[in-house]
């Protein structure tokens, strides 16, 4: 068994990691609209693996940096991100399998759900909505439950998650 | 049922997801400017280390593209530059062959060479210009140095040239002194140039004389430059001298060239010899000097002008030191000209008024000398 105080290390290195994809990396993808979310595939393995109101911090200081560096409604980001956060940490409780497909879906509804919760906040029009949610977010959802397979295939023993490969 | 820790655990996530979404509800319906404050605060501590990165990633991307469009634009002028002294040959031809146009008082149709991937490209050209532009058989082709060679072939867009370096082309040609004529036909060496055939032994041509074609036998008309003598290729029996031509036009460079509709009368202005050109660009400086000439003489007697002026003024400005003469001398040195004429009065002599000293005027007024 791993020590908690190993595996918190070891969690750390793994969304150090993300966040520096997603501010380094993610710039020079190709589209950037659609390339994979690493901060919410980090929001959504943290969530996976802690308790609901851990989940809710996590999700609200995701939400509030995503609120300060992007030009959408302030707390539209904090807002969003904090109800996926608890609402995935309370799902994995209750509902979903050790499967390895199926956290990667669960990290794609994740995603969508956010983008969803946000454009609504944001008060959007209604065509824009419906073509981010229709055509981007679903493409962006599906870039990064793939990337949150490749993670868990890499870091499966770091994060303590049972699969059923 | 869970146990007390269990729910207390469950309160506790309850709390914290209350606070976290009640502050972000404070967020979503605060006022924007605090919105604002807020997250320029955030980017500028907490966040600045994400800020920074994401900066350098732009920074990279934006590098990248930039050396893509530098790279290409490099390129793009490689090209330009390695395609850059063939477009100026190319419009140097373009304008000797407009202008040789412009000199030329036969019709002619100008016409693109489209060269082959053959060996025997230079003996016979292929021509955009066929029947439906005029051309016709046994019209001669012309480049801006001269002769290239006649129309063998028409079709109706395009025709074959048999040039000079064909072996069975002839013409007719004269030196440019008029001094010797012969046949010129290509070397029957295989050497690549022209033989100044069938000039008679007596007549001697010096090395560089300009020959061109003489216009007998209706084909060629007279004055096109066909090449230039370099020396003696053999004598035969004591008759005839055979000369070494170099060929005045290239066909396989030869880009464009005019063919020659209607040949007819002397062409021999149309081409001007380097030596007439010679003389027309040392006529030129001839005159350029002496314009200079005179502009100068000009020039100089401007300038002396200016100095007698300037000289005389200030002869008749100066006033002179005053010379001071005794009067009994005055009036012995020049009697003549101070006293009058008249007959000397009976009285005794009074003596002479002082003698007059030349100066200028506004002088005192006993100078009357002037």
Redesign the interface.
Do not use: H, I, M, N
């Given at each position: 068994m791993i020590p908690a105080r190993a595996n918190r290390i070891q969690l750390a290195v793994v969304m150090l990691l993300l966040?520096?994809l997603h501010?380094?990396?993610?710039?020079?993808l190709w589209g950037p609209r659609v390339s994979p979310d690493f901060l919410m595939v980090g929001l959504m393995l943290f969530a996976m693996r802690s308790?609901?109101?851990?989940s809710?911090?996590a999700?609200?200081l995701v939400?509030?940096?995503a609120?300060?560096?992007t030009p959408a409604?302030?707390?539209?980001g904090?807002?969003a991100h904090?109800?996926v956060a608890?609402v995935a940490s309370w799902a994995r409780a209750v509902f979903f399998a050790d499967n390895l497909l199926v956290n990667a879906a669960f990290v794609a509804v994740g995603v969508w759900l956010r983008d969803f919760l946000v454009l609504l906040?944001s008060g959007s029009g209604d065509r824009p909505v419906l073509t981010e949610l229709a055509v981007y977010s679903p493409l962006q959802a599906l870039s990064s439950a793939l990337f949150a397979l490749v993670v868990l295939l890499a870091f499966r023993e770091w994060f303590s998650i049972r699969l059923d490969a | 049922m869970g146990s007390a820790s269990e729910r207390s655990?469950t309160r506790?996530?309850?709390?914290?997801?209350l606070v976290?979404?009640g502050?972000?509800?404070?967020?979503?319906?605060?006022p924007?400017s605090?919105?604002?404050s807020?997250?320029a605060g955030?980017?500028e501590t907490v966040?600045w280390p994400?800020?920074w990165?994401?900066v350098?990633?732009?920074e990279?991307?934006t590098s990248r593209v930039r050396l893509r469009a530098i790279t290409a634009q490099r390129d793009s002028a490689s090209y330009l530059v390695q395609g850059l002294p063939s477009l100026l040959a190319e419009n140097d031809r373009l304008r000797q062959l407009l202008s040789l146009s412009r000199r030329l008082r036969t019709r002619y149709v100008a016409a693109e060479v489209l060269h082959q991937s053959q060996a025997t490209d230079g003996r016979t050209l292929l021509l955009s210009a066929g029947s439906r532009e005029g051309v016709s058989a046994f019209d001669p082709v012309v480049a801006p140095e001269g002769l290239v060679g006649v129309v063998l072939n028409v079709a109706e867009r395009s025709s074959i040239v048999m040039t000079w370096a064909h072996p069975e082309f002839r013409v007719s040609a004269f030196t440019v002194t008029g001094n010797a004529a012969g046949v010129v036909a290509p070397s029957a060496a295989g050497e690549g140039g022209l033989e100044f055939r069938g000039v008679p032994y007596r007549d001697s041509v010096p090395v560089g004389a300009l020959v061109l074609s003489s216009g007998l036998g209706g084909v060629y008309p007279k004055g096109i430059p066909v090449g230039s003598v370099t020396g003696v290729v053999r004598e035969q029996a004591g008759w005839e001298r055979v000369y070494r031509l170099q060929p005045a036009a290239n066909p396989g460079s030869a880009g464009h060239v005019l063919v020659l509709l209607a040949p007819g009368g002397d062409l021999g202005r149309a081409f001007p010899s380097d030596s007439a050109l010679e003389a027309q660009r040392l006529d030129s400086l001839e005159r350029l000097r002496v314009a200079d000439s005179v502009a100068q003489a000009a020039r100089d007697a401007r300038a002396r002008r200016a100095d007698s002026i300037a000289v005389i003024r200030r002869d008749t400005t100066r006033v002179p030191p005053r010379r001071i003469v005794r009067p009994d001398t005055a009036g012995a040195a020049r009697p003549s000209t101070v006293a009058p004429s008249k007959p000397a009065p009976s009285t005794p002599p009074a003596p002479a008024p002082p003698a007059p000293v030349p100066g200028p005027p506004g002088a005192a007024p006993g100078d009357t000398a002037r």
């Open positions: 966040v520096t501010f380094y990396v993610r710039p020079r308790g609901p109101g851990a809710a911090v999700g609200f939400g509030l940096a609120d300060s560096l409604r302030f707390g539209a904090a807002l904090t109800v608890y906040v | 655990y506790r996530d309850t709390v914290l997801f976290c979404l502050l972000s509800l404070f967020g979503v319906f605060s924007a605090w919105g604002q807020l997250s955030l980017r966040l994400l800020v990165l994401q350098r990633a732009e990279g991307k």
